[in-house]
């Protein structure tokens, strides 16, 4: 079975690029989430999706950060105009939504740095 | 208040050495679970051990037991006969149940260090 799927695993570009980054979920999860890990925030929760529909957005930095999640199977977040106070590893997990169980499994991460 | 509190940000273990790694819990919640996760310096996500809050008897694997004190709404990690391997960031974690969304949470982590 694949595991949740990332990408790109890095990504380098320049303050005030456009930045995108993808997420395909283990299939049959109904619940997605994207994470941004720094040394100095740790794992910040930015946003999660429960059968495709945003639940709480309430981690999401600000209005540069959008997220969507068109169907089951894809999630994008979306950094525009990215900064170099974006420079992160960003995590998407998923999971199902069970009452209280089942644990999120994670992406391997993208890198992202910006310049 | 925080959801999950890991009050050790780096702990040290001799190899072959038991470890506790803390972690409490705030929850309203009657079902809840509680999950424990393992991060090496590659910077992958590995998942360690489960509880649910229904559960009477602490969660065991492998290596890894979960001491579960719902009174006490902690939910502490033990390793035993700690190995090289095990030199990571671990954190907590909990998802409440579908009342609130079924949110997770997770904790600022411990950094932990096993001493050949």
């Known amino acids: 079975d694949a595991g949740v799927i990332q990408s790109p695993r890095h990504e380098v570009t320049e303050m005030g690029q456009e930045v995108t980054l993808r997420c395909k979920p283990i299939?049959?999860?109904?619940?997605l989430f994207w994470y941004r890990q720094t040394m100095m925030r740790g794992l910040e929760l930015l946003i999660y999706?429960?059968?495709?529909?945003?639940?709480?957005d309430s981690g999401m930095p600000e209005d540069r950060f959008s997220a969507k999640m068109p169907n089951a199977s894809f999630s994008t977040l979306k950094i525009q105009p990215s900064e170099p106070r974006d420079s992160a590893v960003y995590f998407c997990?998923?999971?199902?939504?069970?009452?209280?169980?089942?644990?999120?499994?994670f992406g391997p991460g993208t890198r992202l740095t910006v310049l | 208040a925080q959801k999950i509190t890991q009050t050790q940000p780096g702990m040290f273990v001799q190899e072959k050495e038991a470890v506790t790694l803390d972690c409490t819990y705030d929850?309203?919640?009657?079902?809840?679970?509680l999950f424990w996760y393992k991060q090496p310096s590659s910077g992958e996500m590995i998942f360690l051990i489960y509880?649910?809050?229904?559960?009477?008897q602490n969660a065991t694997e492998g290596r890894y037991s979960l001491n579960f004190q719902k009174a006490r709404k902690s939910a502490n990690l033990v390793i035993s006969a700690s190995q090289l391997g095990d030199s990571a960031m671990y954190f907590c974690?909990?998802?409440?149940?579908?009342?609130?969304?079924?949110?997770?949470?997770f904790g600022t982590g411990t950094s932990l260090t096993v001493i050949p």
């Open positions: 997990a998923s999971s199902v939504i069970l009452a209280g169980g089942n644990e999120q499994f």
């Open positions: 299939s049959g999860h109904n619940s």
């Open positions: 999706f429960n059968n495709n529909v945003p639940i709480d």
């Open positions: 929850t309203s919640d009657q079902s809840y679970g």
């Open positions: 509880q649910g809050s229904y559960d009477e």
């Open positions: 974690a909990m998802r409440e149940g579908p009342n609130t969304g079924n949110q997770f949470y």
